[in-house]
Every structure is written in C-alpha cells, then in structure tokens.
C-alpha cells in the first residue's frame, strides 16, 4: 500500500493442495487432516493496535513475525502480550533470514537443512543475531524461545519451563516458509483438535467495513464455526 505500510486486516485461505506441496518436504508431518489454513494478516505497524487486537482475538493459533536484524520492537512486546491476555497459542517467525552475510536461498529444502548447509560467515552471522533475539525474548517478553527442531517441549504453552517455536523465515525467498506451515498444521492437528473441530452453530465476526463508490457498504467477515450457503440470512448486530 501507499508508504509501504498495511494499513487494514487482510484474510488468505491456503487451499490444501497448497499445504500439501509446500509441506513435502517436512520432517515428522505424516499426514494432513485439515481442509486448508485461513490466514488472518494483520499490520506490524506500531500505529495499528486495535487492528492486531481484533486479528488476535479470531485466530486459533498465532504467527508472531520478528525481524532477525532487528529483533524486538515494540509492537512486538505488545503483540505478544495481547497474546497472553487472549492465551492464544503462538509460533515465531524469525524473518529476513535471506538478508544474512552471504545468504544462498532454497526454499524447498528444510530450514534447518538449508541453514547447516550455509558458509561459515554465514552461520556465524545468524547465530549472533539469533542468541540477542533470544535474550531479548528473556529480559523483555519474560518468555523461553527455541528453534523448533531443538525444542523438546511441546512449543505451545507459556509457562516457565517451556520454549516457543522459532522457525528461520524468509518473506521474500521463501526460506523456511513450508515448515513454518507445516509445523502451524501439526500443531493445529495434535494440540488444538477442540479449536479447530466442526459446529453446527453458525458464528462469525465483522473483521472490517469498507465504503465502496457505486456498492455502498462492504463487510468483511470471518466464519469461525458452521457453514453458511447461498441465500442464507445474514443479520449483523
């Protein structure tokens, strides 16, 4: 947009077949047993914290992005503790990984593979950076983070002994992105069965509402439970 900045919520469903071929490749995800993935995007921007609470209280489970060169912001802090209040599962997203010393790109090998295979100034580059995210993490956020691949807790709860998920990303190559959806679908698929099983009971919540010249009003809205088919009634309140 304009400045470069997102300035609404935006909303992406990831069809299955999508999941399928950017997940070949990950280690431990035997089979898939969801439809898809509703991505929810909402702006990092500092200026937009009522849109990051609105995003944050629909999902089911989060992606926290932290820029690997610049580590925690403020925003960040904020985005995390909105994310206690609401005790909402999370993942993070250590981005801008292609943006390291001497960075050589493969986005359809695992991360950690990619990572290993990587120079020597390199490596040594994302460890540095890497160790002062997770400090930062510690000292700022009072939060215990790990790369997925060591982690041997289970990555989803908050609590003083256990480690969150980081997953090395990259945007802009795409680095590191199927196992960031691969471990959203394991994650979805043996922690949070009860969140993501099927109601009868139709539910869902105005994300935004736009004023379009020549339409009038539009509304953006997210189905969290039932199914909705043409000709139904909708009644906003």
């Avoid at 992406?12 to 490749?25: D, G, H, L, P």
């Avoid at 700022?140 to 060591?150: D, M, S």
């Avoid at 959203?184 to 004023?211: D, G, N, P, W, Y």
Wanted: charged fraction near 25%; hydrophobic fraction near 40%; glycine fraction near 6%.
């Amino acid at each position: 947009e304009a400045g470069g900045i997102t300035q609404q919520i935006g909303a992406t469903n990831v069809n299955i077949e999508t999941v399928t071929k950017r997940t070949s490749f990950v280690k431990d995800l035997n089979k898939i047993n969801i439809p898809g993935l509703l991505i929810i995007d909402t702006p990092g921007h500092e200026s937009f914290a009522n849109l990051r609470s609105r995003g944050s209280s629909l999902c089911d489970l989060a992606i926290l992005v932290v820029d690997i060169m610049h580590s925690l912001e403020k925003q960040t802090i904020e985005s995390i503790n909105l994310l206690k209040k609401g005790k909402t599962p999370f993942i993070i997203a250590l981005n801008k990984i292609d943006r390291l010393v001497e960075w050589k790109t493969d986005q359809n090998t695992d991360i950690q593979t990619v990572l290993e295979s990587q120079s020597q100034r390199c490596q040594q580059d994302f460890n540095k950076r890497w160790e002062q995210v997770k400090l930062d993490f510690a000292t700022q956020a009072a939060l215990n983070v790990e790369l997925f691949w060591k982690n041997e807790t289970d990555g989803i709860s908050v609590k003083e002994d256990h480690f969150m998920n980081v997953i090395p990303t990259s945007a802009h190559s795409g680095d590191g992105m199927g196992n960031l959806m691969g471990l959203c679908v394991k994650m979805a698929q043996e922690k949070l069965t009860e969140r993501i099983a099927f109601s009868e009971k139709v539910q869902c919540t105005v994300l935004e509402v736009k004023s379009v010249v020549g339409i009038g009003a539009t509304i953006d809205c997210i189905l969290t439970q039932g199914r909705l088919r043409y000709g139904d009634n909708i009644v906003l309140a």
